[in-house]
């Protein structure tokens, strides 16, 4: 795959686009084994609370230091955790080209996840912004690095499928 230069704004941001969108629907569509595969090996992968990211405190609810903690995390999720069904669907816009450095683009998109359990209506789950900087690698876009900033005052229920 070649990075197309930062002077072809739009094209670079409809591939960062289309990045966003096969990630989003492999969490909704609950294909969570393929979820590792948007990472390189040495990703970190958190999801932590504006507060926490503002004061610079690394603190998160699920913070994941490499693909092989994300993989544990599909595991534990598919093995050992109960958990009530759910449909959960993310809503990526504003995807924005922040800085190309090498072969990474750093980059940031706005995020919200509506949730719907089997007997409620469906909620507001999570909003906030993704700050990534991805790897352009022969495979195409990998996450290097995302960090899952939400803006919600509190997690409205348990935070089980990764966001």
């Given at each position: 795959m070649t990075l197309i230069e930062l002077s072809d704004a739009p094209a670079l941001r409809a591939?960062?686009?289309?990045f966003y969108d096969d990630y989003a629907y492999c969490l909704d569509e609950g294909r969570l084994e393929e979820w590792p595969d948007f990472f390189t090996?040495?990703?970190h992968y958190r999801v932590l609370s504006r507060e926490n990211h503002d004061a610079g405190l690394p603190l998160g609810l699920i913070y994941c230091m490499n693909k092989n903690m994300?993989?544990?995390?599909v595991t534990a999720?598919?093995?050992t955790t109960m958990f009530?069904?759910?449909?959960?669907?993310?809503?990526?816009s504003g995807v924005?080209?922040?800085e190309l450095q090498g072969d990474h683009i750093v980059?940031?998109?706005n995020f919200a996840v509506m949730e719907s359990l089997s007997d409620r209506e469906p909620t507001l789950n999570m909003v906030g912004r993704?700050?990534?900087v991805l790897r352009v690698t022969p495979d195409g876009l990998l996450l290097s690095r995302r960090d899952c900033v939400y803006d919600n005052y509190r997690v409205r229920t348990s935070l089980i499928v990764p966001i």
């Amino acid at each position: 795959m070649t990075l197309i230069e930062l002077s072809d704004a739009p094209a670079l941001r409809a591939q960062l686009r289309d990045f966003y969108d096969d990630y989003a629907y492999c969490l909704d569509e609950g294909r969570l084994e393929e979820w590792p595969d948007f990472f390189t090996e040495d990703c970190h992968y958190r999801v932590l609370s504006r507060e926490n990211h503002d004061a610079g405190l690394p603190l998160g609810l699920i913070y994941c230091m490499n693909k092989n903690m994300v993989r544990d995390r599909v595991t534990a999720l598919r093995e050992t955790t109960m958990f009530e069904p759910r449909s959960l669907r993310h809503f990526i816009s504003g995807v924005r080209v922040m800085e190309l450095q090498g072969d990474h683009i750093v980059s940031q998109a706005n995020f919200a996840v509506m949730e719907s359990l089997s007997d409620r209506e469906p909620t507001l789950n999570m909003v906030g912004r993704y700050l990534d900087v991805l790897r352009v690698t022969p495979d195409g876009l990998l996450l290097s690095r995302r960090d899952c900033v939400y803006d919600n005052y509190r997690v409205r229920t348990s935070l089980i499928v990764p966001i």
